[in-house]
Structures are given as structure tokens and as C-alpha cells.
């Protein structure tokens, strides 16, 4: 059973304030690393995907590495506003016989206070 | 541009009657097709996974099942609920291609046996 951890949990914040978690896997049979930003009432949407160790991706405000041989990734948010509030899920692709799916962790609840 | 349908949106069902879910996707042919579910206070588990018409590959053993009668569609049976089966599900498609599994979500499914 592969294990995906996500840290903190659930995790409050001041608008304008910069935060970040955590996402840990396992560092072997390792083929790519997905984060999904999940709000409510509506679908999880795919912020990132990673494949290379010391990868860094961007899309505005919000920032994610990667560690591969360590089995960790970040996620960044720098200056949060209130629409960043949400549950962000990273998910493990694995090579070979885990093709095709992806085995997500339980993700971590940011609320952003006005 | 692909969209991707579930329905219904909400369901309240006796415990011991069938269940139906469907899904279906537009604008792409030969999808990966996914059945997730969150139950209350766990992340997204994978329940069934399909690459092609007739072929469904289960995760976890349960009271559910899964066909793919078509190319595009997608379907989350029951014979019988439990109250177990409570939860979100979701579904979802992606393209093949480890490294690559980017997968889309649909508006979701939130079921509640009673």
C-alpha cells in the first residue's frame, strides 16, 4: 500500500500572508508528482505536475518543488488571498505496474482570512 | 474542449437499495476513466479504473461495481447499499501516458444511505 502524507492537516491564515506544505511519498518506483487545488463545491483542478527531481513549477502566487530522492514536494503560496482557500491534494504517479493511477493524499485545508 | 457529466448530483438512498451512478466525457476519444470516493474525513480512494471498453480493474475490495459499456461511459452499480457507502464520488479521465496522468475530474456525486 503506498503511503502519501500531507502536512499540516488543515492550516489558517491571514490574507496576504505567505504559507506552504507539505507532501511525502515513497522515493522509489517514482514517476511523477501531481498537485490538485480542490475547492468546495466544485472539482479538484491540476495545478502541477512534476517528474524530475529538483523540479520547481509556477502558475501566479503559488509554487511547488520537488524531491525525489528524499520523497517530498512543497507547495508555496505567497500572499494568500481569500479565494486561495481550499484543499490542496498532491497525488503519487508510480512506474510499472502502478501506470495509470494515482494514489492521493488526504490533502491540506487552507482558509485564508480577509 | 472535453467536459466531463455526472449524475445525479445528489442522492439519498435506503440502505439495501441499488445504486446507479453515470458518467460520461465528451471531446476525447479512448479516455482513461476513474471512479474515486471521499468518504467523511478521508482523502480521495481509488475504487475502479478503466483503459478501455469491457476493461475495469478494481482497487479495493467493496460492494461495488463498475462497467464501461462505451467508450465514453462510465457507469458505479450496486446491488445492494451499505451505509458504508456513503460519501463523494467522484469521476474521472485521463489521457494514457505515465508522467502525463493529469486527470480531470467531474462536478461529483455526493450519496448519503440512510
Known amino acids: 500500500i503506498l503511503n502519501v502524507e500531507q502536512s499540516p492537516q488543515s492550516l489558517h491564515v491571514q490574507e496576504g500572508d505567505s504559507t506552504n506544505f507539505t507532501c511525502s511519498f515513497p522515493s522509489s518506483n517514482f514517476y511523477a508528482l501531481h498537485w490538485y487545488r480542490w475547492e468546495t463545491a466544485k472539482s479538484p483542478e491540476a495545478l502541477f505536475v512534476m517528474t524530475l527531481n529538483g523540479d520547481e513549477k509556477k502558475k501566479g502566487r503559488i509554487s511547488a518543488t520537488l524531491n525525489t530522492k528524499e520523497g517530498y514536494s512543497y507547495l508555496y503560496i505567497k500572499g494568500s488571498q481569500p479565494e486561495d482557500s481550499a484543499t490542496y491534494l498532491c497525488a503519487f504517479e508510480g512506474s510499472g505496474g502502478s501506470n495509470y493511477k494515482l494514489t492521493f493524499g488526504k490533502g491540506t485545508l487552507l482558509t485564508v482570512n480577509p | 474542449s472535453q467536459t466531463i457529466h455526472q449524475w445525479p448530483a445528489t442522492l439519498v438512498q435506503p440502505v439495501g437499495s441499488p445504486l446507479s451512478l453515470e458518467c460520461t466525457v465528451e471531446?476525447?476519444?479512448?479516455?482513461?476513466l476513474y471512479w474515486y470516493r471521499q468518504a467523511a474525513g478521508r482523502g480521495l480512494q481509488l475504487l475502479f479504473y478503466?483503459?478501455?471498453?469491457g476493461q475495469i480493474s478494481s482497487e479495493v475490495p467493496q460492494n461495488l461495481s463498475a462497467s464501461r459499456p462505451q467508450d465514453r461511459q462510465f457507469i458505479l452499480s450496486s446491488k445492494k447499499l451499505l451505509l458504508s457507502d456513503s460519501g463523494f464520488y467522484l469521476c474521472?479521465?485521463?489521457?494514457w501516458g505515465p508522467g502525463k496522468e493529469t486527470q480531470y475530474f467531474g462536478p461529483g456525486t455526493r450519496l448519503l444511505v440512510l
Open positions: 478503466s483503459v478501455g471498453i
Open positions: 474521472a479521465w485521463s489521457v
Open positions: 471531446g476525447t476519444s479512448n479516455p482513461n
